[in-house]
């Protein structure tokens, strides 16, 4: 079953052409202000009562003439504005028609997009969740670490305690050996001492 590709949105297609439509209108609106300054200047001239008009050379009239001459060529400005602004509109509906064949060209489908745009921004909050669950894990291990690491510390040290009674239990026995030997030692000097006097 062959589904219809959704068209994109009109109003994100068609931007770029509007953006170049309203830059040639404003360069227009110079244009017709320009043109409006012109003709106010042509309109002294006209005015002016000056026998021979295309002869006049007086300062005054002077920039109503170099007026006239500027009007007279400044049609030519609209045309330029014109051929430079559909050049350019078609540049944009050219770029604008690439763009549309290379998206029909993978398949590009805009109500997929939207809602599998949508499914990612209903699993969004999932994805802060299972960061701090792995945040939490990390935690987790770190403390399982440490704590192996203290039964290790806890079991090293009863090892040594053991060691430590250890060796206290043989230095009681080795104390209470050399008490005796001492005692004994202590008979047989007094008793050598007793046969030296006796």
Do not use: W
């Not at 001239?45 to 002869?55: A, F, P, Q, T, W």
């Not at 590009?108 to 960061?131: G, R």
């Not at 305690?161 to 009681?172: D, I, M, N, S, Y």
Request: a negative charge.
């Amino acid at each position: 079953m062959h589904t219809r590709k959704q068209k994109p949105n009109t109003l994100r297609q068609f931007s770029h052409e509007s953006e170049t439509r309203s830059s040639f209108d404003r360069e227009k609106q110079k244009a017709d202000e320009q043109k409006q300054v012109l003709e106010k200047k042509v309109a002294i001239l006209n005015e002016s009562g000056c026998v021979d008009i295309e002869k006049a050379h007086c300062k005054f009239l002077q920039d109503a003439i170099e007026a006239k001459e500027q009007l007279a060529v400044h049609e030519a400005l609209y045309v330029d504005i014109a051929a430079r602004r559909e050049c350019e509109l078609e540049k944009s509906r050219q770029a604008i028609a690439d763009k549309q064949a290379e998206m029909d060209a993978i398949g590009y489908d805009a109500a997929a997009l939207t809602v599998l745009q949508n499914e990612c921004a209903t699993l969004l909050p999932y994805v802060a969740q299972l960061e701090k669950i792995n945040q939490r894990e990390n935690n987790l291990a770190l403390i399982k670490a440490a704590l192996k690491h203290l039964k290790s510390n806890i079991s090293e040290a009863e090892n040594r305690l053991a060691e430590v009674k250890l060796k206290g239990t043989q230095a009681e026995t080795e104390r209470d050996i050399y008490a005796k030997a001492f005692e004994e030692h202590v008979h047989v000097l007094s008793a050598i001492t007793a046969l030296i006097r006796g």
